[in-house]
């Protein structure tokens, strides 16, 4: 048989047109800030990466769609700058806030995308680039070169291993099928066919959520799934009810569920 050579780039991709959860534009990321600065849920992702990182005073670091700051808001003591972009001002907002609240100054935010000329968005060079749980890209072989073109030392990057984060219980019980998409494998592939021999991390997140009510329980998974129908949304309340018990105050479901994140890093030759 001839040795044929995968393209992993248009695997991925292949791969992610088959996903349930779909890109999301930017007015989405906006409403879901609200939820990243309330934090319905415990987590140890952010303390385990930074174990992985073992980050030096010295750094100056790139962390590339950053969110409300899960990892720059952690990190931010123990390097020297920290550079955070994403192209959610909502989400920024979230992070100066937080920058703010606890006199942190070594953080920068600069609103632009994946996809924009990063030179003329004034991005330039770090020691380390960082792309936490963000890979949603048309393209991954350029997110990966673009990340590796900003670093001068390092890059950091991770993300889902199996379904992630999605609770797939929750998908069926409202009639819907998951396909979480191409995970950590396939990077892991791509990144091997550009000459990157990546280190490989795999982060077990007992990530618990926890509400105030049934109300705002609801109003979390409808966002995590996207629109639903008046019937789908009427399956995910009767789930709710038969699987929300009282925890410490406040809600939980009565199940555990892991998540796995793959965290690749790799040395810059
Ligand atoms: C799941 S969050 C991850 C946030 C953070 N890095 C973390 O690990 O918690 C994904 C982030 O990617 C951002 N994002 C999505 N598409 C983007 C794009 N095309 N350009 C820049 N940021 C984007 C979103 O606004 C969101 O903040």
Redesign the pocket.
């Known amino acids: 048989m001839a040795n044929a050579v995968i393209d992993w780039n248009k695997v991925w991709k292949k791969e992610c047109a088959k996903r349930s959860v779909k890109?999301?534009d930017?007015s989405f990321?906006?409403e879901?800030?609200r939820n990243?600065s309330r934090k319905p849920w415990e987590s140890n992702?952010?303390e385990d990466f930074l174990k992985i990182m073992e980050p030096r005073r010295c750094w100056t670091v790139l962390?590339?769609?950053?969110?409300?700051?899960?990892?720059t808001i952690p990190l931010s003591p123990y390097v020297r700058r920290i550079t955070a972009?994403?192209?959610?001002p909502r989400?920024l907002e979230g992070l100066d806030e937080q920058c703010r609240a606890q006199g942190i100054e070594n953080v920068r935010t600069i609103n632009?995308?994946?996809?924009?000329d990063w030179n003329s968005r004034g991005i330039g060079e770090y020691d380390v680039v960082?792309?936490?749980?963000?890979l949603?890209?048309d393209d991954l072989r350029k997110a990966v070169v673009k990340l590796n073109g900003a670093a001068r030392e390092r890059v950091y990057i991770?993300t889902i291993v199996g379904d992630g984060p999605h609770d797939r219980m929750i998908y069926e019980a409202v009639g819907r099928r998951l396909t979480p998409g191409p995970d950590y494998i396939y990077t892991y592939n791509l990144l091997h066919q550009l000459g990157i021999y990546a280190n490989l991390f795999i982060i077990k997140d007992m990530r618990t959520e926890s509400f105030h009510g049934g109300d705002e329980a609801l109003a979390y998974y409808e966002h995590f799934l996207g629109d639903l129908t008046r019937d789908e949304k009427q399956r995910l309340g009767d789930y709710l009810q038969k699987h929300l018990v009282p925890k410490n105050g406040k809600w939980v479901l009565d199940y555990k569920r892991m998540t796995r994140w793959a965290v690749m890093w790799w040395e810059k030759e």
Do not use: Q
């Not at 960082?130 to 963000?134: E, H, L, N, Q």
């Open positions: 890109k999301r930017v990321w906006n879901k800030a990243f992702y952010a962390d590339m769609a950053c969110g409300t700051g899960a990892l972009v994403d192209f959610s989400m632009a995308s994946w996809e924009d960082i792309a936490s749980r963000c949603v890209v991770s």
